[in-house]
């Protein structure tokens, strides 16, 4: 029996992101296992995982690979304390790592999920100045409409006012600027001809808070979170030369979009930029395990590398800190990278995603944009495309797409009018062509 089958007094389990009273009309789906680009649940149904299980999935669910690194390393190290003590897939994962960061990244630090990655940035940059007689420095600059995860540190930096404003007072704001909006761009610009205008409003933030500042936050190309709104490189250049001669941070938090998620391994690479840190995580086990990381630079390490009586360590831990068995899967998926050729081989299913999706999608007359960046293809749908008037938000009409598909076997889930597909890299050609008639279908079956 489901601890739902009984209404609210039985609901034991508070779900992320789920106002649980839904939960009345569509209990949650008693998943059994996985396999492949499939959950089946306990009845046997099978459901295409659209969206890489919140986006960490890239080699499909039981993938023989990585269970095989987990196992093994089971029987050898579950756990450790990562203070003074390290083991070998710890050793292996910061070697591998580094072997493909950006350049300039020559130094790991590890947590355990994408919020505490960007806490561990935003508190390195900080206390780095200030070890170096910069204390004033402890200011942020980060996009409207940008998400970074939703720790006390991180909402500060939240551009997405549906996660941040609930807790405003908890937390210390930093500074928006307003980002690309290459939808309704101000400028009149198509997203893929521009000289991103729009930089201005960065660089004056800059200017105007040069001293304060100790560096800026974005995700890379694509704010995820925020409604899948993508953005050109050119933007990424402006900003990297702007922070260095400025003498501030550029943290890319390429939580969401790295491991090959935009096309190429690390989205700062179409930019042709390298950050002062890189937080990663999701991909990063190919969806077993909770691991984050932060890759940062000489620089930044050596501010940190005195003597201990100067108190300038960074003191910052969590009790799972380069856990072995995450490590492991960690190892097992940049090696799946490594041996499948996994970049390039990709580029032939992201070509039959984006044609999929806008052979079906594309006139259809409540499409208002199909957008892409690599394996995120994104779907925004409104009532008048030409007016570009939303739906009425009461209605739900994201929410009932997502359920549609739910009952004819595609894991979709919204953000909030937009349906997006971000599947594993393993779905096959057939697969994504029976995805995307899935979407499409739920599409019309809801709007009529």
Not at 80 to 102: K, Q, S
Not at 231 to 246: D, G, N, Q, S, V
Not at 348 to 376: K, P, S, T
Not at 382 to 388: Q, T, V
């Amino acid at each position: 029996m489901s601890v739902y089958d009984s209404g609210r007094e039985a609901m034991r389990i508070w779900h992320p992101c789920t106002q649980m009273k839904d939960h009345e009309m569509y209990p949650p789906v008693f998943m059994d296992r996985g396999q492949g680009i499939y959950f089946v649940d306990r009845e046997g149904k099978r459901y295409i995982d659209a969206i890489s299980s919140w986006w960490v999935n890239l080699f499909g669910h039981a993938n023989p690979r990585i269970i095989q690194a987990v196992t093994e390393q089971l029987h050898r190290l579950e756990h450790v304390i990562f203070a003074g003590i390290t083991h070998a897939p710890a050793e292996e994962l910061a070697e591998r790592l580094l072997a493909m960061a950006l350049p300039g990244l020559t130094r790991v630090f590890f947590a355990d999920n994408g919020s505490c990655a960007v806490e561990a940035a935003l508190k390195m940059s900080h206390a780095s100045f200030r070890n170096l007689g910069r204390p004033e420095k402890c200011r942020f600059l980060y996009l409207k409409n940008g998400y970074h995860g939703e720790t006390a540190g991180a909402l500060g930096v939240c551009g997405d006012g549906l996660y941040a404003a609930p807790f405003a007072p908890l937390f210390v704001p930093q500074i928006e600027v307003a980002g690309p909006d290459c939808l309704a761009c101000p400028y009149g610009k198509a997203r893929d001809a521009c000289d991103t205008e729009c930089f201005a409003a960065m660089e004056a933030a800059i200017a105007a808070h040069k001293d304060a500042l100790a560096g800026v936050i974005v995700e890379p190309l694509v704010q995820c979170a925020g409604g899948m709104r993508m953005y050109p490189p050119a933007y990424l250049a402006k900003l990297r030369r702007a922070t260095a001669e400025a003498g501030i941070h550029f943290i890319a938090d390429e939580i969401a979009v790295g491991f090959g998620r935009t096309g190429t391994l690390f989205a700062c690479e179409q930019a042709g930029v390298s950050p002062d840190f890189l937080c990663l995580s999701k991909g990063i086990t190919g969806g077993t395990l909770p691991l984050s990381c932060v890759l940062t630079t000489d620089a930044v390490f050596d501010a940190f590398y005195h003597d201990c009586l100067d108190d300038k360590a960074f003191l910052h831990s969590h009790s799972y800190t380069g856990n072995p068995l995450a490590c492991a899967a960690a190892c097992a998926t940049l090696r799946i990278f490594e041996e499948d050729d996994v970049i390039n081989a990709n580029r032939v299913r992201i070509e039959h995603l984006q044609r999929a999706v806008r052979e079906r999608f594309a006139g259809y007359r409540h499409v208002l944009e199909i957008r892409n960046a690599g394996w995120i293809t994104a779907v925004e749908l409104c009532a008048d495309p030409e007016r570009k008037l939303p739906f009425d938000e009461r209605a739900r009409t994201g929410f009932h797409i997502y359920r549609e598909a739910v009952r004819r076997g595609a894991w979709l889930r919204n953000l909030g009018d937009i349906i997006y597909f971000m599947p594993p890299y393993v779905i096959t050609f057939e697969e994504i062509d029976k995805l995307a008639d899935i979407a499409f279908d739920a599409v019309k079956a809801v709007l009529k």
